[in-house]
């Protein structure tokens, strides 16, 4: 009777959304505690829209998004995308980038017009031996106490401005966090962006700060969900980014968003078809129901 049981465990599974890699999957949920979240993309919708520019003493606004839009407009990351098409809507075209590159949790950098242009984190002009102007930090703090990220654009060296672009969080999320907790699981919440922006996603979903895990850069998500598992909690994960995926595979669930990248979906023990994390809880109820009935 057990793989049976298993069989139709899966595909109640595919009624309610969820795609289950195989019926050994339940099994990993009978130590689950833990829910780790990821932020972006998974409790927030990850349409990000481009809502202030702060240019510094001297620097024309419309350049500062033209050449941070030029070099955002080739990358696919949800911050990117905002600046790209804010800066087209308030800019118009924008110029070519040459030698793009991105630093996965940092930023991107590249050549537009034969200026060397770096867009993202501060700790992405600090690296590369940019010094932050006050006007600068000060314009960063701002963005970030709004619960914004914060964008700083630097080229030939110099900061040049920030960009603060913001995110929403999903309707169901909320009711999502709040199913999870009625199945005496403990929601986190781990992002790599900064500690404002997640507190004010937190609070806006039912996340105690003190479950916040934020400025994570993508290769040490990972090294949370391994430092929760040997705590010796049971650690579910939900992500859908590239930076999710090592993080998916190392959680004794790992959950994708169906809506999210190739490489979460491969990493993780099922997919959640529509990305609605209320299907989160589900998943882990139809589980629990299943391993009951075997048991
Ligand atoms: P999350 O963990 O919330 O899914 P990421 O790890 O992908 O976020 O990114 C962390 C932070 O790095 C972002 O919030 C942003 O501040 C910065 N960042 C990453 N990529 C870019 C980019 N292309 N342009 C600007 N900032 C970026
Ligand atoms: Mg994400």
Do not use: C, Y
């Not at 995308?81 to 991105?102: H, I, K, T, W």
């Not at 403990?186 to 479950?211: F, K, Q, S, Y």
């Amino acid at each position: 009777a057990t793989p049976t049981a298993l069989m139709v465990g899966t595909g109640r599974g595919a009624q309610l959304g969820i795609l289950i890699k195989g019926p050994e999957v339940l099994e990993a949920t009978r130590a689950v505690d833990t829910v780790v979240l990821d932020k972006t993309g998974t409790v927030t919708t990850g349409r990000m829209a481009l809502i202030a520019v702060h240019a510094v003493e001297g620097v024309d606004e419309k350049e500062l998004l033209r050449l941070a839009g030029a070099v955002e407009h080739a990358s696919e990351h949800p911050v990117a995308r905002a600046v790209a098409a804010g800066a087209a809507d308030r800019a118009g075209e924008l110029p070519a980038v040459e030698g793009f590159d991105s630093v996965p949790g940092l930023g991107v950098r590249g050549t537009v017009e034969g200026r060397a242009v770096l867009v993202g984190r501060e700790r992405l002009l600090v690296d590369a031996g940019i010094e932050l102007p006050p006007a600068v930090t000060a314009a960063r703090q701002t963005a970030e106490a709004e619960g914004g990220t914060a964008v700083t654009v630097a080229w030939d060296g110099v900061a040049r401005g920030v960009l603060a672009v913001a995110d929403t969080v999903k309707e169901t999320s909320a009711r999502a966090v709040a199913d999870l907790r009625s199945l005496g699981l403990t929601p986190m919440l781990l992002t790599g962006d900064n500690r404002a922006a997640a507190l004010a996603a937190a609070r806006a979903v039912g996340i105690d700060p003190g479950d916040v895990i934020a400025e994570v850069l993508p290769q040490d998500k990972v090294e949370v969900i391994r430092r929760l598992r040997a705590e010796g909690r049971g650690v579910a994960m939900v992500g859908d980014g590239v930076n999710d995926a090592a993080a998916l595979a190392t959680a004794d669930l790992g959950l994708a968003m169906g809506t999210g990248t190739d490489a979460a979906i491969e990493a993780g023990d099922l997919t959640l078809v529509r990305g609605d994390l209320r299907v989160a809880a589900d998943a882990i109820r139809l589980s629990r129901r299943t391993l009951a009935t075997i048991k």
